[in-house]
């Protein structure tokens, strides 16, 4: 039962920023949006996570729309080592319900 | 911090095999997940604790899967008896009080193939 939309792929030139889009149109006041990335053979990493008010941490930066019924993630330089699938991901108390992710595609 | 610890890495059985999944969460945790990601479903819940209790087992596919917390450093994930279609990568997570303030920490996941 997702309730996230992402694009399936996206590709990106090493060293630019990355805007990756997510839909979450019945998102409730109370729930978190939460971003994690999978590289490959490993489990989900902690990326950035926010409610109302756009977020920055050391790996990216989360804005919100105003209505809240979507989200992007950015990242401000893309690395080669930033390749990996990308999940925008609703926590509804306290269960998190996963999309089918954005494979992101760094390009040297 | 050696993060969150799951054994085996890799298990192949036979069908109608028990399999027991482990792990260890990080140390202070008081919340622990088990999830399972297929090619065809991606990541999904199975069972979640809250200090050593099961909260919500609702994604717990049938009778076959068992989950236990025996104690604050171990939890086990037991699937008996095993079929083809319980292959998948099971995930093991640990958060601290409650993910919407300190997100969750995944282990590196136990690959099991029933064949």
């Known amino acids: 039962d997702a309730k996230t939309t992402q694009p399936n792929s996206m590709e990106s030139n090493e060293e630019e920023p990355v805007h990756l889009p997510c839909n979450h149109s019945?998102?409730?006041?109370?729930?978190?949006i939460h971003w994690y990335r999978q590289l490959p053979s490993q489990g989900p990493e902690y990326v950035i996570h926010?409610?109302?008010s756009n977020v920055n941490n050391r790996m990216a930066s989360l804005a919100i729309a105003e209505d809240r019924k979507s989200s992007t993630l950015i990242l401000h330089r893309a690395t080669l080592r930033d390749a990996a699938v990308y999940y925008c991901?609703?926590?509804?108390?306290?269960?998190?319900?996963f999309g089918s992710g954005t494979k992101l595609n760094v390009k040297p | 911090d050696a993060g969150v610890i799951q054994s085996p890495r890799h298990e192949v059985t036979e069908m109608g095999q028990e399999v027991t999944l482990r792990c260890k969460p990080i140390?202070?945790?008081?919340?622990l997940f088990w999830y399972r990601q297929t090619m065809m479903r991606g990541l999904e819940l199975l069972i979640y604790?809250?200090?050593?209790?099961?909260?919500?087992d609702s994604g717990m596919p049938e009778d076959r899967f068992s989950a236990k917390m025996p104690n604050a450093s171990f939890s086990t994930l037991k699937i008996q008896p095993s079929e083809p279609r319980d292959s998948a990568v099971y995930f093991c997570?640990?958060?601290?009080?409650?993910?919407?303030?300190?997100?969750?920490?995944f282990g590196s996941g136990t690959r099991l193939t029933v064949v």
């Open positions: 991901i609703l926590e509804v108390l306290n269960k998190f319900y």
């Open positions: 019945t998102i409730s006041g109370t729930d978190y």
């Open positions: 926010g409610l109302t």
């Open positions: 997570a640990s958060s601290l009080s409650n993910a919407a303030n300190y997100g969750y920490t």
């Open positions: 140390s202070g945790h008081d919340y």
């Open positions: 604790f809250n200090n050593n209790v099961p909260i919500d």
